[in-house]
């Protein structure tokens, strides 16, 4: 497994977690509980794996920037 995106937001895990979905990649992740006992202090990850690292890290980059041109306008 590896990892290919942190964070702290469940809102954009989930976003990250359909757009992966979408493209066929399967995800997981990790630490979710922990974060939902402190909310903030420990990132969940994102984790696929090794096999679609690559691609998912594209499908990630693509989606999140869907978002930054949607919130630009």
Known sequence: MVE???????????????ALAE???E????DSAAG???PGAIPHRLMVEDRDA???RQV?????A????????
Do not use: C, M, N, Q
Not at 60 to 64: L, R, S, T, Y
């Open 4 to 18: 290919v995106a942190k964070t702290a937001d469940p809102v954009r895990l989930g976003y990250l977690r359909s």
């Open 23 to 25: 493209a066929g990649i």
């Open 27 to 30: 995800s997981f992740a990790f």
């Open 36 to 38: 939902a006992l402190w």
């Open 54 to 56: 690559w691609r998912a």
């Open 60 to 64: 990630i980059e693509h989606a999140e």
């Open 66 to 73: 869907e978002v930054d041109r949607s919130s630009a306008t």
